[in-house]
């Protein structure tokens, strides 16, 4: 089946620094990708939707200057966070999809836990 | 707008019971629907799918009906494993092409 590779898994790193989560599709090109947050015990909320060589669309509340997306290529997209703070701490999910109404790819998630 | 409501959990089983999971949505048109199973500190899996009103969607023992007379999709499992223990999406595509989820249900199977 469709592959979708997220890394890091985890990262762990002080206040203040920025974050940089990748979003690979290994078999399939991916015209569209999403970004996910997930609190404990809580369903997934999207954040943003990016299509390959155009702007994000973020979500209603989601600061665009805190989480950069570019989705450079059709095999890549890349979430930043920036400036991160404790209140970011928390289990960041991408996943893809190709053209048409095809079903969504997820990759595994990166915990991300600043201290 | 569109939404999706699952059974609250935790559900707890023993090894082999039966397993049912009501998920009913509410969209505007006719939307694909979902189940993604999550594993422990994992992203979520394609569970399966069905695209039309009547639609069979199954993988792995499970299986979930396109019932649009009643806007449902129960998941179910006729015997349940241990490894069964995971949580449960149920999902739409509204008409913006966004995944719209439900709350989750965590099953828990014992031996």
């Known amino acids: 089946g469709a592959v979708v590779s997220q890394h890091p898994s985890r990262v762990i790193c002080k206040s203040g620094t920025s974050v940089k989560i990748e979003c690979r599709s290994l078999?399939?090109?991916?015209?569209?990708m999403f970004w996910y947050r997930q609190f404990p015990k809580q369903s997934l909320m999207l954040m943003a939707t990016s299509n390959e060589g155009s702007k994000a669309t973020y979500e209603q509340g989601v600061e665009k200057d805190k989480f950069l997306i570019n989705h450079a290529s059709l095999t890549l997209s890349t979430l930043t966070v920036t400036s991160a703070h404790p209140e970011d701490s928390s289990f960041y999910i991408c996943?893809?999809?190709?053209?048409?109404?095809?079903?969504?790819?997820f990759g595994d998630g990166t915990r991300l836990s600043i201290l | 707008g569109d939404s999706v409501t699952q059974m609250e959990g935790p559900v707890t089983l023993s090894e082999e019971a039966f397993l049912t999971i009501n998920c009913t949505y509410t969209?505007?048109?006719?939307?694909?629907l979902f189940w993604y199973v999550q594993y422990p500190g994992e992203g979520l899996q394609l569970l399966l799918k069905a695209t039309k009103a009547d639609d069979k969607g199954s993988n792995k023992g499970f299986e979930a009906t396109y019932r649009k007379e009643t806007t449902s999709f129960h998941l179910e499992k006729g015997s349940v494993q241990v490894s069964d223990s995971a949580v449960y999406f149920c999902a739409l595509n509204d008409s913006w092409g966004k995944l719209q989820f439900g709350a989750g249900t965590q099953v828990v199977v014992t031996p």
């Open positions: 996943s893809a999809s190709s053209l048409g109404n095809q079903p969504q790819h």
């Open positions: 969209a505007t048109g006719y939307p694909s």
């Open positions: 078999d399939f090109q991916a015209t569209t």
